[in-house]
């Protein structure tokens, strides 16, 4: 059973900076893409990044473009979020993800999700 879990998250100010951890489970890591995603109550779940198996592509979207980035390392089996200038708005949970297909990492539709960690910003 694949595991994904996330670690990194926790109390910050606004203007601070976190930087969240996924571990995953299980071997061949490299043959997956993976996401962050977060959600807050009485939301969707949304879409904050992607990254395509060897980190070739990369999606990071527009309400965060500029302040977070995605990274992985195969080797670790690790996927990051580098998440700076956080703003009270980023506050969520954030959840990891992974699939085979960027396109359904993408799409909102992973096949495996961590079990997520909160992130709270303080004004």
């Known amino acids: 059973q694949v595991q994904l879990v996330e670690s990194g998250g926790g109390l910050v100010q606004a203007g601070g900076s976190l930087r969240l951890s996924c571990a995953a489970s299980g071997r061949d890591f490299s043959n997956y893409a993976a996401g962050w995603f977060r959600q807050t109550p009485g939301k969707e779940r949304e879409l904050v990044a992607a990254i395509s198996r060897g980190s070739e592509n990369t999606y990071i979207a527009d309400f965060v473009k500029g302040r977070f980035t995605i990274s992985r390392d195969n080797a670790m089996n690790q996927v990051y979020l580098q998440m700076n200038s956080l703003k009270p708005e980023d506050t969520a949970v954030y959840y990891c993800?992974?699939?085979?297909?960027?396109?359904?990492?993408?799409?909102?539709?992973?096949?495996?999700w961590g079990q997520g960690t909160q992130v709270t910003v303080s004004s």
């Open positions: 993800s992974r699939d085979n297909s960027y396109v359904a990492v993408g799409a909102g539709k992973p096949s495996t």
